[in-house]
């Protein structure tokens, strides 16, 4: 059974980094059909998607995507040692004040679906 | 990038009610689309993937349908566990968005 455990404070001040942890637990941040992504909600802007990392085997390399509009502040990064990934996103402001979730994609036949997510974690950015 | 615009917004049904959400892509995403449903305080829940797919051990009152750019979610006999707000998701190509969400209320 595959589960995701979230970690990271809950106030973050602005101009810092939100740093986010999810540990993985019943599959491995490695696996060839998973994808490892964080994805936050807010009122004013729903659930956004903004990001994953995934390995593929074929390729022996690893994949990031990121979605335009923090793509110059966001790093999501597996780390194999201890089969988690994270979330650091730069220079925040009130407006990424959200619910920060992570999931685990299932990828097969080329569709891909959010099949497990994360408890969620509550970031406030403010002085 | 892809958006998806979902109809509608907000939605009033009683138990029993057969239901149908729609979402339709701004360009063609072929089959690539999924369906979730979210309780508040808790993480979304995959129902639907690949437009018509049902995710295991959601119950079969749900389908989806559709492919290109217009699909739709039908519950088929509303039960009372199924309030809830709706999403779509496009699967097509990063980032993977979602529709805006669809609230559906108790009469």
């Known amino acids: 059974q595959v589960q995701l455990q979230q970690s990271g404070p809950g106030l973050v001040k602005p101009s810092q980094t939100l740093s986010l942890t999810c540990v993985i637990s019943g599959d491995s941040v490695s696996s060839d059909s998973a994808t490892w992504t964080w994805i936050r909600q807010s009122p004013s802007r729903g659930l956004e998607w903004l990001g994953r990392t995934y390995y593929r085997s074929n390729r022996s390399k690893w994949f990031n995507d990121y979605t335009l509009s923090v793509k110059s502040r966001i790093t999501i990064n597996p780390d194999t040692s201890k089969n988690q990934f994270s979330l650091q996103l730069n220079s925040v402001t009130p407006d990424d004040t959200a619910v920060y979730y992570c999931?685990?994609?299932?990828?097969?036949?080329?569709?891909?679906?959010?099949?497990?997510w994360g408890q969620g974690t509550l970031v406030t950015v403010s002085s | 990038d892809i958006q998806l615009t979902q109809s509608p917004s907000s939605l009033s049904a009683s138990v029993g009610d057969r239901v149908t959400i729609t979402c339709r892509a701004s360009?063609?995403?072929?089959?690539?689309l999924n369906w979730y449903h979210q309780k508040p305080g808790k993480a979304p829940n995959l129902l639907i993937y690949a437009a018509s797919s049902l995710q295991s051990g959601v119950p079969s009152r749900f389908s989806g349908s559709g492919s290109g750019t217009d699909f739709t979610l039908t519950i088929s006999s509303l039960q009372p566990d199924d309030f809830a707000t709706y999403y779509c998701q496009q699967s097509y190509s990063p980032p993977l968005g979602f529709g805006q969400g669809t609230r559906l209320e108790i009469k």
């Open positions: 999931a685990r994609g299932d990828c097969r036949a080329g569709s891909c679906r959010d099949t497990h």
């Open positions: 360009q063609s995403i072929s089959y690539y």
